[in-house]
């Protein structure tokens, strides 16, 4: 009891005098902020569902060089390297847990979903940060419009193409170097738009035994086209595609990460190479004011590649959506299906995930109210086809629903309550165990997909010079899906719950001076789960750090600069593997203070930035003396980008 209320202190201490100050500050202009995660345009102060937006001024002003290093140091999204390698970010959101968080939000970009069929998290590095419009983050909910894995919610990316052409140079520390060209058009029938961008980086850890340091290059480009050959047909094209490799090192004693984290153990670093390439085509066509048909497919093909291990992983997925919405002054309903097939290639066989889910989500506005409503079912089918051996198919038919209100007081605040229904299907990993008496990989068995029950309460309160948002949330989970490293087999917590608080806050202070804050305090407990023999039961969740804060503070340096300065924590938390709380070394805090600053003269702009000031070192516990470095080195880098 009194831990709960001291994180409620805590956070409401932090936020009262933002808010409080704000109401004397002198109002300014304000802009609107627009939420579509529903695909139903709402400003975020009416939405029915707790949501966090990050818009191109706030990307623009953070100083961030990579859509990772954004999504950590600014969001309440909680990212770190997955165990080393930092294209592929495991994330944390609303208590899932580092080790599989991933799995249980769904991230997409213009609509185009980036979950993998499986453990396989989201792969984040190959989405350049120039290209974003906006960040969308629906907290509990979405299990309406994206289905499986929408947990703990769901994470929108929209780009939006510009006219003009752009280039970015880069270098720093570490030998990191970069470069990004970006061109557009948007006339008044068509636009078109195309970024390639490389990056590379020496590492931070020494040599291993081949000469190599943890050293990574990548390299990706789009090309987008969008046309309305008349008023009421928009017809898009998109395709784009990554190349990286990537080393990351392997784990640490205490006493080796604690004497230098950068310390080789004297084992080749694991080497890993990526490949994704994809196309997809859209059509979005208006039979009369009120109706609008939609229709969109993505064909995407990918390959992983274990270089020292020879063992290498070919993807394909295919995704379609058929859609029809109807929008009034008051109504809004979107319906349709969506399609997915996806298999995995690795030589040996061939494992598929497909489903089909049909939805349907509603909004009704009613003066002062807002009032939603969504439901779906979707069908979700397995296969596995060796080349040696028997066929193996199973399927599951699951179900999610969201209803939602928003009640605005006034025209500064409004508040708000969600109650979301959402399921997560097991990736084909899950159905998998290694023996390692016999070095031969068996069945596991169809597990149970997960499901979970959220409720959301909120309050927006939002000035022209203050955005103050709080929320609270509780879920009740039965069969969240685990890796249980004891005995190497997948399988599900019986019953789990979590609880927490969330604050954001934007405070314009002066003209030149602007406050921000972002804060979660979250619990994590496990129920009850037969298989740990009754040891795991009312355990918190290991990977889920109690506090998680981010702070900031930028300063307009007269009419051209803009200082940024940023602190970002998050609290000791249970080893990766520790489920029944009993490790002796615990995940230790998180810390980096980052500064960035740039400045414009006329078509150039310039711009420096130091990561890790104070050179915290940071590290993923995932048991005992087994410790991944992260973070642990303070990186600099000055760069310069030329408009016209």
Known sequence: ?????????????????????????????????????????????AATYASEVHTRKDIERSGATTLIDYLGRQTSIQLTPNFGNRFTPSINMRGYGSNDGHQNVVISVD????????????????????????????????????????????????????????????????????????????????AVSATADHNEHG????????GHRDESTADNWRATLSGKPIDRLKLNLDVGGSQIDTRYP???????????????????????????????VGAEFDVTSAWRLSARHYDEDKMSEFV??????????????????????????????????????????????????????????LGRVTLSAGARTERVE??????????????????????????RIDDALSVFGNYNRAFQAPDIDRFFVFDFNTGETGFNGFIKPAKVRTVTLGVNHVLPTNRLKVGVFHADLKDEIYFDASTFTNTNIDKSHKYGLEVQDTWHITPQLTGLLNYTWTRAIIDREDMGGGAFDGKE????????????????????????????????AWALNDFDNNNAQKQREYQSTDLAYRHRLKNVELYAAVTNLFEYENGTWVRDNAIYPIDFARTWKLGAKLSF
């Not at 590492?203 to 081949?210: E, H, L, R, T, V």
């Not at 604690?258 to 080749?268: C, E, F, I, Q, V």
Request: proline share 4%; hydrophobic share 35%.
């Open 541 to 572: 969740l290991p990977g889920v750090p109690r506090h998680g804060v981010v702070l900031g503070l930028n300063v307009a340096v007269g009419d051209q600069g803009n200082l940024y300065l940023s602190h970002t924590w998050r609290s000791k």
């Open 382 to 407: 397995y296969e596995f086809d060796p080349s040696f051996g028997t066929r193996l198919k199973d399927d599951e038919q699951l179900s999610s629903w969201d209803v939602g209100a928003n009640y």
């Open 308 to 365: 020292q291990f020879s063992f290498k992983s070919d993807y394909r997925y295919l995704s379609d959506e058929l859609a029809l919405q109807y929008l009034s002054d008051a109504l809004s309903v979107t319906g349709g299906v969506q399609t997915f097939d996806g298999v995995r290639d690795d030589g040996f066989a061939e494992t598929f995930k497909r489903s089909e889910g049909w939805f349907v989500q509603g909004q009704y506005e």
């Open 203 to 210: 590492g931070f850890s020494d040599k291993d035994p081949s």
């Open 250 to 280: 392997g784990s640490l004693t205490l006493a080796q990460f604690r004497n230098d984290p950068a310390t080789n153990t004297g084992r080749d670093y694991t080497h890993q190479k990526f490949r994704a390439e994809y196309w997809g």
């Open 1 to 45: 009891m009194n831990i709960r209320l001291s994180a409620t202190a805590i956070a409401i201490a932090a936020a009262f005098p933002f808010a409080t100050a704000a109401l004397a500050a002198d109002e300014t202009t304000g802009e609107t902020v627009i939420v579509s995660a529903n695909r139903i345009d709402t400003p975020d102060v």
């Open 111 to 190: 609509g185009r979903r980036l979950n993998n069929i499986d453990m396989v998290p989201q792969l984040l590095g190959s989405i350049p940060l120039v290209e974003i419009d906006r960040i969308e983050i629906a907290k509990g909910s979405g299990s309406v419009m994206y289905g499986d894995g929408a947990m703990a919610g769901s994470i929108q990316i929209y780009t939006k193409p510009r006219t003009g052409v752009s280039v970015e140079l880069n270098g720093g520390s570490h030998d990191a170097r970069g470069a990004t060209a970006h061109a557009g058009y948007v006339g008044e029938r068509f």
